[in-house]
């Protein structure tokens, strides 16, 4: 740091190559970087869940397989479809409200999964904990299934 200059003065130096978008080239930026709906990511999920309920089936013969493996995948799309949800009737209102209502529905997400995990023994008799965690981390995965078919587009 120069010593003529106070920090002040050194972080606007920084910031002078910042140069703000015109309200053309902001239209542009948006229109080339599409925002990726939530809903889709839930659709990706529920679709990739189903392969995988599909493929456990079929490979293993055994329906509380599949039926373990389903669970985890609803234990991962029910507490989507709430974050979902909750997050599209928040819309508006100030940033810091949009946080507050992120990481409140976020909250409720993990907790939706947390309560249907511990009711898991009770609703599915016989559960196949290594399916139903199979279920899950596949499913979780999703979103990545959603990025790939928004980038090739």
Known sequence: MNKDMTPETETEVEDSDFKP????????????????????????????????????????????????????????????????????????????????????WELVKILLTVAMLVAAPRILAGVSWLALLIGMVVTMKAYWVALLVRRSK
């Open 21 to 104: 978008l015109t309200a053309q080239e902001a239209q542009e930026w948006r229109t080339r970087h599409k925002t990726l709906s939530i809903w889709w990511i839930v659709l990706a999920q529920a679709l990739v869940g189903a392969t995988a309920v599909l493929v456990a089936w079929l490979v293993s013969s055994k329906a509380q397989i599949a039926y373990s493996v389903a669970y985890g995948v609803l234990s991962v799309v029910i507490p989507s479809l709430v974050f979902a949800r909750g997050l599209a009737r928040g819309r508006g209102g100030s940033a810091g409200g949009a946080m507050v209502g992120l990481f409140g």
